[in-house]
């Protein structure tokens, strides 16, 4: 039998395969290995590389160390994108391990925004987490965290410790009873174009007729081209399930969307 | 099985009666159509109305427990030397047939039926049962002499004896409108009425089911209703209450709240209203709210009055309440309204007056009384679906057959006093209801009877109203419209000429006699039958229905019932709807299941082959730390602040493991203390009214009686660590999910549930576990009581008597997320009082006065008088308790009470009595008041039986299918045995009364069928011949109770039988073999017992009383008895586990016998890992300190707290 923590964990613990090479223009001393790291797909590169970082450090020159930036196949890769967005958007169909280019130089001002430090994941983080619950619960519940629920929300997802995490999430993810469900559903459909980038917008789950809006519905509503006859093609919320990321495609699934279209 | 959920009652236009439920979606015809209703009043239990004919008629709601009174006579005899004891007595001896007391003659043929509504259950026989001691054959009892008291035994002097003799009558005119008859003299009968009103069962809890029920007469005269309750349905007999006018409406509270309304348009209050007078005393008139408009309707609630002005304008009444009955003033409402109604919890009901809907009245609560919104209730209603699908047509015409039809044939009783009444007529309205769905069945299953049943009905149909009376042999849907639409446009819209007193009713008179005068002559079962379907297509899916009254006097509507009533189906069938709107559990389930697959499918595709692949994010340990107070462990005990941390790793087995660190100051030096999580055995919630306060026990810490208490500032804090410590414990035990068949479940004094896995070296083997090791963790709800079997059955009784079944989930309450389950958790809310004392003393001067000696206790005090409790500073139990009703007199407290409630005795302390003697110098009275607390937890009501007692079988071997016996007591006393009892479905279908002399407080069934019950007269009984084909058994078998004590709680196991006697001593059935169950003697095994449970291998498991610890002393403690054996069966000793504060046990789940079942059971590594850690312990710190969270900090261990 399944319950809600094991699909939790599952989500919480989805895992990508990465091997990190160095772009073959970086000036090195001697030779640098690939790296192989398992990426939490719920997490942001930038906040678990630093292990990439050390590795390749060590067979540089200090000077010519930049600001560290990675690339799959020529794109560069959003660091304020969880992991396994990225993955999914670029990489789906490729064989594992995902191979990723890390770079030091010609940071790609036009594509990527700087990541100075963790502050600033923090802070894209605790802004998507805002935004959702200002859909989910016209931002009640996250305004009346204190501060140091935010601090445990944060330190949850860096250290990858899902309890840590789940107990102040739960919060976010409830609703009253009495009302069926929250006031918008929070979802971003992310596109693999440059010029629009992810579709938005308000969408109640339930219906002014008072049933439960599929997710079926939703894509109809939002983005029809997804809907092929045959059923939904690709968009890539079919791996990354109700991620712990509000920001992401999070659907509550169990919860709020009673069935996907075949 | 069923939710909670309670009526709404309305009439429409036509008279006819509908329902709504709070869970329901339709209106549902009142299953007695017979009669049309001008009114309606309902309660919860009952409904009374005022039908067409102007009599009152009260509708019972059948039950699975009947409604039964015991009538009783004596038979008196007295002794002469010729012919021994004979009816022959002296003149100045009472009746050879009296009542108790002699005075009044009785014989047995002078008993007759009080109306015809009742039937007799058996004839006369001699009760046998004196004083819960059974008597010699004959059921004799002798004394020297009349009065006197009298004595089993016959002795040298007893010349006269005297024996009792019992008949049961049941009220037997359920589920249908009984008409009120009157035995009255002529002169004195009402005249015909018009308008009702009931309520007033909670001016007292006792007598139970009482009802005040008055009624007001064409005339404007106003009637109240003697002696109707429980037992007496219909009650005795008319008074009559002068008014000061003539009164046209009349409105009663669930209170003490009556108020009126007179022709002239004022309102008359009737005060003085109380438990000894609940007619009142005295009327106050108060003005309408306008000049011009007088009062036209009024109705009130418990402390609310509603009223509508002649214009139709709506008023509510400023600041009523129990001593102002009248309140202050109107302020008007937005709405016009034909009439409002006031239901329970004050909730409001109008009709409007230009749509004739019902409005509900929304927003309304114990700080808005008045509410917000009104907002229609657009219901359709059953009958104009049921018409459309054939499929619930079939099903109602199969129910033709079954006794369902019988009932109401017999039920339909003509009453004597009236004989004008047109509805005198048994057989014909009997058919009404059930007409269409024969006929739509017989038509739609082709079958050649079917076919021609159908032609008969369409023969018989004779429409008066139709000029083309020869089509209607042709039974076609379009000539029934077009039928009806001829009739539709005869009648102008109804509600532009309604008038608001009845004459609404004219339209609807129309029908009725038509109906009735016509196709009674034809006795044609089915012209009616199409008539009542034509009518219903009338008003289609568009075209809402026309009220004419509405009464929420029963219907039970609070913040956590979300209603149905507001949306309209929108044409989808009701299947589909329902589907829509709910995702039934077994949808999410495949749900859950698709995602968990396809979530597995890719951690096999991205993860299988990369496992030697770094993490790229440590694990490392992560630490809940935060500000608590904690009751320090040396003297003076105090609470002091300290800070506290939860750390946990994950162990190189992968396990994980928590230790909470608590560091606080001594002697201004840094100290600490840890617990390890594995070794906590229980974390409970500590009432405190001050402190969100918890105590965590550890093996040892319950030797000592003395846990670590800890308290935080918020509810909310303490529930987070609450709920994370749990999880940490479980984990660590690896705990997880519904707790097992096997499992022992307990109830705190709060009424918080625990639950324990039994290991199998538990009962058996040769190192017994220690009670003390057992791991309890906690499950949501509140319940008084819990009782199970080895089959996962599990039953719950609430303090307010309420039956809950397990779901089967986990959790709830404060448990949420991650460690509860995510279906199987229901609301779930409980009612318990909180008692108060007034104490005064006698002084010369005064009398009795609130003046005490310097040396008294607080004149108002809790039951001890230690401690002061006033009105205003008595507090619900915890935050979580709010407060549902007003202080009020406790009127049932033991050793009686005078009318006041009054308690007397010579000083403090002291035993008490209900009257006053020359030696008593103080009195006392208990004041109660109702709180109530909303939970959640894995638990569904089973209603509408409220319990006392539950037992479940339990069954050695188990097999599935099989139905499980359940005996239960209800809070009357009432045995009663539960029907359909399965593993699938464990809320049973339905309770089979067994019937008894007297209320039972205790019952338990063994796993041989043995079932043994114990009587409120502290009397034992064995129940003979109780078999799976024979659930109920056969008779009753009186045991002596041991040592004439009074007994209160029986237990059967296995084959052990112990019983519980009200000073708190142990006793075991000796002598009780397969061919002799009742057993011969009573062998002493204990005292210093508050409850017990006797299990399926015959573990004697107890609540004690008081058991002392090397700290502290508790009461309420589990303890399981050491030393069962089969050559055994008392055992030997007590061994001490949790407490105290426990109130319940029942280990009836645990079945497993260590020799039976592998050591699969983890409680055996537990211990292990638990040593392994005791010697971490003594190793001091170096162990832990690899965890960075702990170097810098209180490297001074304070070792004596830690092995505290």
């Known amino acids: 039998m399944t319950d809600d ?19 073959q223009d970086e000036i090195t ?12 797909r719920i997490s942001y590169l930038t906040l678990v590389t630093d292990k990439v970082k050390k590795h390749f450090q060590k067979v540089m020159r200090q000077e010519e160390i930049n600001e560290i930036w990675f690339e799959y196949e020529g794109t560069p890769l959003k660091w304020h994108y969880p992991i396994g967005l990225l993955f999914d958007l670029h990489a789906s169909n490729t064989a594992l391990p995902w191979n990723i280019t890390v770079h ?27 935004e959702a619950d200002a859909l989910k619960h016209k931002s009640q519940v996250i305004n009346e965290m204190q501060k140091k629920d935010h601090k445990q929300l944060w330190m949850g997802l860096q250290n990858d410790k899902f309890e840590q995490f789940w107990a102040i999430n739960r919060k976010l993810m409830e609703y009253p009873p009495e009302d069926n469900g929250f006031r918008y559903i929070p979802f971003r ?11 938005q917008k308000l969408f109640r789950p339930i219906a002014s007729g008072g049933q439960l809006h599929t997710l079926g519905d939703l894509l109809k509503d939002v983005c029809p081209s997804a809907i092929t006859p045959e059923g939904v093609s690709y968009l890539g919320f079919s791996r990354t399930f109700p991620a712990a990321q509000p920001c992401g495609v999070a659907f509550d699934c169990s919860s709020h969307a009673p069935s996907v279209p075949a | 099985m069923a939710m909670s959920s309670s009526l709404l009652w309305a009439v429409d236009i036509f008279g006819r009666v509908y329902t709504l439920s709070t869970v329901g979606q339709h209106w549902e015809l009142c299953k007695d159509t017979q009669l049309e209703f001008k009114r309606v009043s309902a309660v919860k239990q009952c409904c009374w109305g005022i039908a067409c004919d102007h009599q009152v008629y009260t509708y019972v709601f059948s039950g699975d427990v009947p409604i039964r009174y015991q009538e009783e006579t004596y038979e008196n005899q007295r002794w002469n030397p010729v012919g021994g004891f004979c009816e022959k007595l002296l003149p100045s001896d009472r009746w050879q047939w009296s009542d108790v007391s002699g005075l009044k003659h009785q014989q047995l043929d002078s008993f007759t039926l009080p109306s015809p509504h009742w039937e007799w259950e058996s004839d006369w026989y001699v009760d046998e049962n004196i004083g819960g001691e059974p008597t010699e054959k004959g059921g004799w009892t002798y004394a020297i002499d009349f009065p006197s008291t009298y004595t089993k035994d016959k002795k040298w002097n007893s010349c006269v004896r005297r024996r009792r003799w019992i008949r049961y009558r049941r009220y037997k005119s359920r589920d249908i409108w009984a008409k009120i008859v009157s035995r009255d003299d002529p002169d004195q009968l009402p005249d015909p009425f018009n308008d009702i009103s009931i309520g007033g069962w909670e001016i007292t809890d006792e007598p139970l089911g009482r009802l005040s029920v008055w009624a007001v007469s064409l005339q404007g005269r106003v009637w109240y209703r003697e002696n109707v309750c429980h037992h007496n349905p219909e009650g005795s007999m008319w008074s009559l209450i002068t008014t000061p006018g003539e009164v046209v409406q009349i409105s009663c509270g669930p209170y003490d709240l009556l108020w009126a309304t007179l022709w002239e348009g004022q309102a008359i209050v009737r005060e003085g209203i109380d438990r000894n007078n609940p007619q009142g005393i005295s009327w106050s008139i108060v003005e309408s709210p306008s000049s011009e408009n007088g009062i036209m309707h009024v109705s009130v609630g418990v402390d609310v009055v509603w009223c509508v002005t002649k214009d139709r304008k709506v008023w509510f009444r400023r600041g009523v309440n129990s001593h102002n009955p009248c309140g202050t003033s109107w302020i008007e409402m937005v709405g016009d309204m034909m009439m409002v109604n006031v239901g329970l919890n004050n909730q409001v009901w109008g009709i409007g007056c230009d749509d004739r809907a019902i409005y509900f009245r929304q927003g309304v609560t114990p700080s808005e009384l008045s509410g917000k919104t009104w907002k229609a209730i657009v219901c359709g209603r059953e009958s104009d679906r049921s018409q459309t699908g054939s499929s619930t047509s079939l099903l109602s015409a199969g129910c033709f057959f079954t006794d369902d039809i019988q009932n109401q044939t017999n039920a339909v009783i003509p009453g004597d006093a009236d004989t004008s009444s047109d509805t005198d007529l048994p057989s014909i309205p009997t058919y009404l209801a059930n007409t269409p769905p024969m006929g739509a069945a017989a038509s739609g299953s082709g079958s050649s009877a079917g076919n021609q049943t159908a032609e008969i009905c369409a023969n018989l149909t004779v429409d008066p109203l139709d000029s083309d009376q020869g089509e209607a042999n042709v039974a076609s849907t379009g000539n029934k419209k077009s039928h009806l639409e001829s009739l539709k446009s005869t009648n102008p819209n109804p509600s532009a000429e309604l008038q608001w007193t009845n004459i609404d009713l004219k339209e609807a008179q129309k029908h009725p006699v038509l109906s009735v005068s016509t196709f009674a002559e034809t006795s044609s079962l089915s012209s009616l039958g199409m008539f009542s379907v034509g009518t ?40 589909v709807q329902s589907l829509s709107l709910s995702i039934t559990p077994a949808q999410t389930a495949a749900w859950r299941k698709q995602i968990f697959q396809q979530l597995s499918e890719r951690t096999k595709r991205e993860l299988e082959n990369f496992r030697h692949y770094e993490q790229a994010v440590e694990q490392s340990v992560w630490v809940k730390t935060g500000m608590l107070q904690w009751w320090r462990n040396w003297k003076p005990h105090k609470w002091m602040d300290v800070r506290v941390a939860l750390e946990q790793f994950t162990g190189s087995d992968g396990m994980r493991d928590s230790i909470l660190f608590v560091y606080y100051m001594y002697h201004e030096e840094k100290k600490y203390i840890h617990v390890f999580l594995n070794e906590v055995t229980i974390i409970v919630d500590v009432l405190n009214e001050a402190k969100h306060s918890f105590a965590l026990y550890t093996p040892e810490r319950t030797k000592q009686r003395w846990p670590i208490r800890l308290a935080a500032t918020t509810e909310q804090e303490m529930n987070d660590w609450l709920s994370l410590l749990n999880m940490s414990c479980c984990e660590s035990r690896r705990i997880q999910g519904p707790p097992s068949h096997h499992a022992i479940w307990s109830v705190t004094c709060k009424g918080d549930i625990f639950v324990s896995e039994p290991s199998p070296e538990l009962e058996a083997g040769p190192h017994l576990m220690p009670c003390d090791q057992m791991f309890w963790r906690q499950v949501g709800g509140h319940l008084r009581l819990i009782e199970c079997n080895n089959q996962g059955i599990v039953w719950g009784i609430g303090y307010d008597h309420t039956a809950w079944v397990y779901t089967g989930g986990y959790g709830g309450g404060f448990i949420q997320g991650l460690a509860s389950s995510a279906d199987n958790i229901y609301t779930q809310s409980d009612v318990k009082c909180v008692y108060i004392y007034e104490n005064q003393r006698w002084n010369p001067v005064t009398g009795y006065s609130s003046r005490g000696l310097p040396t008294d206790r607080y004149m108002w005090s809790d039951a001890s008088g230690l401690q002061e409790c006033t009105k205003v500073n008595t507090k619900p139990p915890s935050p979580q308790w709010t407060w549902v009703s007003d202080w009020y007199i406790d009127f049932s407290t033991s050793g009686g009470t005078d009318r006041e409630g009054w308690q007397y005795a010579a000083d403090f302390p002291a035993s008490y009595h209900g009257h006053k003697t020359m030696k008593d110098f103080v009195r006392r009275r208990r004041w109660a008041r109702k709180c109530k607390i909303v ?30 016996a359940l005996w239960a007591i209800s809070d009357k006393g009432d045995v009663l045995c539960r029907l359909g009892v399965t593993q699938q479905n464990p809320a049973g279908t339905s309770w089979l009364h067994v019937g008894t002399d007297q209320p039972f407080i205790s019952i338990s069934i063994g796993a041989f ?14 129940r003979g011949s109780v078999s799976p084909k024979k659930p109920a058994g056969d008779c009753w078998y009186h045991i002596p109770s041991p040592q004439k004590q009074k007994l209160k709680q029986v237990s059967v196991g296995r084959t052990s039988v112990f019983v519980l006697d009200k000073n708190g001593n142990l006793w075991y059935r000796q002598g009780i073999t397969p061919s002799y169950p009742q057993g011969s003697t009573w062998d002493y095994v204990s005292n210093n017992i508050r409850k017990m449970s006797v299990g399926p291998l015959d573990q ?26 089969p050559m055994e069966p008392k055992g030997l000793s007590w061994d001490y586990g949790i407490g105290g504060g426990w109130e319940h046990i029942t280990v009836r789940g645990n079945a497993t016998e260590a020799s039976r079942v592998a050591m699969q059971d983890t409680s055996e590594e537990n211990s292990a890992v638990s040593k392994d850690l005791e010697e971490n312990e003594s190793k001091g710190r170096a162990e832990h300190s690899k965890t960075p969270l702990m170097v810098s900090e209180s490297q001074d261990l304070d070792r004596s707290a830690v092995n505290c």
């Open chain 2, 935 to 964: 939970t959640s937890g894995p638990w569904l009501e089973v209603p509408p039986v409220t319990l006392w007692d539950i037992s479940i079988i339990p069954s050695s071997d188990a097999v599935d299918e099989e139905s499980v």
């Open chain 1, 29 to 40: 001393e001697r030779e640098a290995e690939p790296y192989y790291l398992l990426l939490p």
């Open chain 1, 104 to 130: 030091f130089k010609n940071f790609p001002e036009k594509d990527l925004l700087h990541c100075h430090s963790k502050d600033v994941i923090e802070a894209h983080f605790m802004a998507c987490i805002k």
């Open chain 2, 536 to 575: 219903e297509e009338q008003y289609g899916a568009d075209e809402h229905p026309l009220w004419a009254w509405v009464s929420g006097g029963g219907c039970l509507v609070d913040l956590h019932s979300p209603l149905k009533w507001f949306t309209v189906s929108s044409g989808l069938s009701s299947s």
């Open chain 2, 1100 to 1125: 004697v498991w107890v609540i004690a009383d008081k058991v002392q610890g090397s700290h502290s002393l508790s009461c309420g403690t589990v303890c399981h008895r050491t030393g069962v054996q």
């Open chain 1, 5 to 23: 923590k094991d699909v939790l964990r599952d989500v919480w613990f989805g895992r990508i395969p990465t091997c990190f090479t160095l772009y």
């Open chain 1, 189 to 199: 459909i992310y596109q693999a174009t440059t010029e629009r980038p992810f579709i």
């Open chain 2, 1009 to 1022: 069928y043995q079932v043994w019950a114990v009587a409120r007269d502290g009397s034992a009984f064995y």
